[in-house]
């Protein structure tokens, strides 16, 4: 029933920023990780950048040093901050939390994205 739900995506000229919200619209506990997923039409999907519990973050090569993850997990918030984009940068942006299921293993929760275009 939780529901993750993306804002900030839009039209940017390149060298611009933008800042990527994500909420769950209902509680979600012990949040075990936080990532942001891209994709672009006929190619597959991609991790941009994550952040675990313990607050340690991974970022995709083609954005290091430009993007910035961060995290709140008593709020069930993530956001992206992303400057200098380029035009390769467009795609749709998707959240992704991960949580311990009741049978074992994780539960996966996905938003349904936000689009970011950088174009001139």
């Known amino acids: 029933q939780v529901q993750l739900v993306e804002s900030g995506g839009g039209l940017v000229q390149p060298g611009g920023s933008l800042r990527l919200s994500c909420a769950a619209s209902?509680?979600?506990?012990?949040?075990?990780?936080m990532r942001w997923y891209r994709q672009a039409p006929g190619k597959q999907r991609e991790l941009v950048a994550g952040i675990a519990r313990g607050g340690s973050t991974v970022y995709a090569d083609s954005v290091k040093g430009r993007f910035t993850i961060s995290g709140d997990n008593a709020r069930n918030t993530l956001y992206l901050q992303m400057n200098n984009l380029k035009p390769e940068d467009t795609a749709r942006y998707s959240c992704?939390?991960?949580?311990?299921?009741?049978?074992?293993?994780?539960?996966?929760?996905w938003g349904q994205g936000t689009q970011v275009t950088v174009s001139s």
């Open positions: 209902g509680r979600i506990f012990n949040i075990n990780y």
């Open positions: 992704y939390f991960g949580s311990p299921a009741v049978l074992g293993g994780i539960t996966d929760y």
